[in-house]
């Protein structure tokens, strides 16, 4: 049998591999460990301890009746849902615009984005009063409303170029065999930009979910969602790691799905394009 | 029908940029024209303008004497093939070319049978459950074409459909569309930059360049009485030789050379104002007569510089014996004296060949019918 020699570069690339993959699984991987783990054993000191230990349902049960885990769960969702169905509501129309008739000849497309250039924190002062004034704070309907503000451009401007994929001819094409505009989008151009949708709603869909400074500073009790309730176990007297550890085990569980189903789609989304030379 | 008028149609973009410039003509019903120019002369904008993809800036475009510049592309009931054949990817080959006959609503038999038979016709029949996107390009472009074809249109419009094909089957395919015309008896406008294409398909080419129309008429026209330089170099493989001469009388010119002064007469006359100024004599390689020795009065001698061989022919690159040592080029057909280089070449300037341009590139000669 040929032995088969390992070059310097196989080397260099298991290294960076090996790296990457503690940077990403590492933190993954302590959530899931101290979420089944007992007080005890989270504090203990010994390093045996970290990866052998007695799993237990104890922070769980404690996440699921002590707290309102299932009510922030539950808001989480709605808002993350509902803002990311809004979105698409508005971007879609707004990126074809954009990409087919060069609306606003490209300063428009501009100042859409460039609301995701400054930091969301600027404009949460003006927000808050506002909010405070016409009653929208703490409640779904606001948080919904400050997630559309931040996606509406990022989702815009994403389905832009998914829009500028497809190739112009088509519409020609079909518009000269007599389909009405609509039929065309139906038939032509939502088809092929579906994987774009895709992507683009799994993005609002994961930012949204995971927006934290915002909800923090717009809810109090009835519209808190997850990553409010989950920072709470972060107390002045104790931090619960247990609780934390389940809370945030739950919570990222989707996310992770989404981005699994959605690798396909992204891979997809970058390649596709119709017209070829 | 139908017969298609232009009238002093403008494309003008953002406001300053000239697309098109003052464009009138006619394809009459039933005929083939083809648009020939170079690329970015306007003959894909005029084609859009046609298909109502591209509005009109200015002018008036008529099918039948009747304004169509406000109706939508559907409404004009035209087919259009496109360059990048815009095929849709999801769709078989089978579904690409009914779909414009989907949208009529046409019974599922009778899309079986039209689809079948425009198949055949070119050469799709063992590819309709394929998808474009498994086809090469040429079969690609041949999907677009059926599918503008399949529709019966008033009028045919296709934009450089065949090139993406390879030379044999080029050929093969620019007979189906030519056959294909004349069975659905319909008025064909066909895009093109590829003057062979033009020649062996239409009735009359139309040629454009920088927006401008240059000249419209049969190919024998276009060929034999070039109004202007443009088209004589454009039309023609290899492209028409240009020499300096002077005019001496309104019936013949003269070229420096170095045995002294010669003269060209031709045939027809100028205008008596051009005498002695100096204008440009033009003549096609394929027009020069080689013969064997000089002496007659339109002989002129020249040293062959190049030589290539292409088959049927030779095509010599010959140094002018004149005082500006010009080249120009020289196709010997098959069967003729083979050259080599630096060789004396005699060539005869036959006077109904010559043609003649002034400074602003005009054709000049008045030729008596």
Request: net charge positive; hydrophobic share 45%.
């Amino acid at each position: 049998m040929i032995k088969k020699k390992i070059t310097n570069e196989e080397i260099g690339f298991w290294i960076v591999t090996i790296i990457v993959l503690i940077v990403v699984l590492g933190p993954l991987l302590w959530i899931y460990l101290t979420a089944f783990k007992s007080a005890s054993d989270i504090f203990s000191g010994s390093l045996s301890k970290q990866i052998l230990f007695t799993p237990t349902l104890e922070n769980f049960k404690r996440l699921f009746t002590e707290y309102p885990f299932f009510a922030s769960l539950f808001n989480t969702i709605i808002i993350s849902v509902v803002s990311t169905i809004l979105v698409m509501v508005i971007s879609l129309p707004a990126a074809y615009s954009f990409a087919r008739w060069d609306t606003g000849g490209g300063h428009l497309l501009f100042v859409t984005i460039s609301t995701r250039m400054f930091p969301g924190v600027v404009a949460a002062l003006p927000f808050f009063l506002l909010f405070r004034n016409i009653g929208l704070l703490d409640t779904h309907i606001g948080l919904i409303l400050l997630h559309m503000y931040f996606n509406v451009s990022f989702a815009t401007f994403l389905l832009y170029g998914f829009f500028k994929d497809v190739p112009v001819e088509l519409e020609q094409a079909a518009l000269i065999d007599g389909y009405g505009r609509i039929d065309i989008l139906r038939r032509i151009v939502f088809p092929l930009v579906l994987p774009g949708i895709a992507i683009t709603s799994a993005f609002c869909m994961i930012w949204s979910w995971n927006e934290f400074l915002f909800a923090f500073l717009f809810t109090r009790d009835i519209a808190r969602p997850m990553t409010v309730l989950i920072s709470s176990f972060w107390g002045s007297i104790e931090v619960q790691y247990g609780t934390m550890a389940a809370g945030v085990a739950i919570a990222i569980l989707p996310i992770l799905i989404v981005a699994w189903v959605m690798q396909r789609y992204i891979i997809r989304g970058l390649t596709f394009g119709a017209v070829k030379g | 029908m139908s017969r298609v008028d232009c009238k002093n149609i403008w494309k003008i973009y953002n406001g300053n940029v000239i697309g098109i410039k003052d464009l009138t003509f006619t394809c009459n019903d039933k005929e083939f024209l083809a648009i020939l120019g170079p690329s970015g002369g306007g003959k894909s904008s005029t084609l859009r303008m046609l298909a109502g993809l591209e509005e009109i800036s200015k002018g008036e475009v008529l099918f039948d004497g009747k304004k169509v510049n406000q109706l939508g592309p559907a409404k004009r009931n035209i087919a259009l093939a496109f360059e990048s054949y815009a095929l849709y990817y999801r769709l078989s080959v089978y579904e690409n070319i009914a779909f414009p006959l989907r949208a009529k609503g046409i019974s599922n038999k009778d899309v079986d049978k039209r689809v079948k038979d425009i198949a055949e016709a070119l050469n799709l029949a063992s590819i309709l459950k394929k998808r474009p996107a498994e086809l090469a390009g040429g079969y690609q472009q041949r999907v677009s074409l059926a599918r503008a074809l399949i529709r019966k249109p008033n009028l045919t419009l296709l934009d450089e459909p065949l090139s993406h094909m390879d030379q044999r089957i080029r050929a093969e395919i620019r007979a189906h569309i030519r056959s294909i015309h004349e069975e659905l008896g319909n008025t064909t406008i066909y895009v093109t930059h590829d003057q062979a294409e033009a020649i062996s398909l239409c009735d009359r080419i139309l040629i454009l360049n920088y927006g401008e129309l240059q000249q419209i008429g049969t190919v024998d026209d276009i060929y034999n009485n070039p109004v202007n330089k443009f088209v004589a170099f454009f039309v023609g493989e290899p492209g028409m030789n240009f020499i300096k001469c002077t005019v001496e009388s309104p019936d013949n010119v003269s070229l420096q050379t170095s045995e002294g002064k010669k003269i060209f007469g031709f045939s027809g006359a100028v205008n008596p104002k051009y005498v002695g100024s100096e204008i440009t004599m033009g003549i096609r390689p394929q027009q020069i007569g080689v013969v064997e020795h000089g002496g007659k009065k339109s002989i002129m001698s020249g040293l062959v510089k190049i030589v290539e061989f292409q088959g049927d022919n030779d095509i010599l690159t010959v140094e002018l014996d004149d005082i500006n040592k010009i080249r120009i080029k020289v196709v010997i057909p098959a069967g003729g004296k083979r050259f080599k280089r630096e060789e004396t070449c005699w060539m005869d300037f036959q006077p109904e060949y010559i043609h003649l341009f002034d400074e602003a590139e005009k054709a000049i000669i008045e030729r008596r019918s």
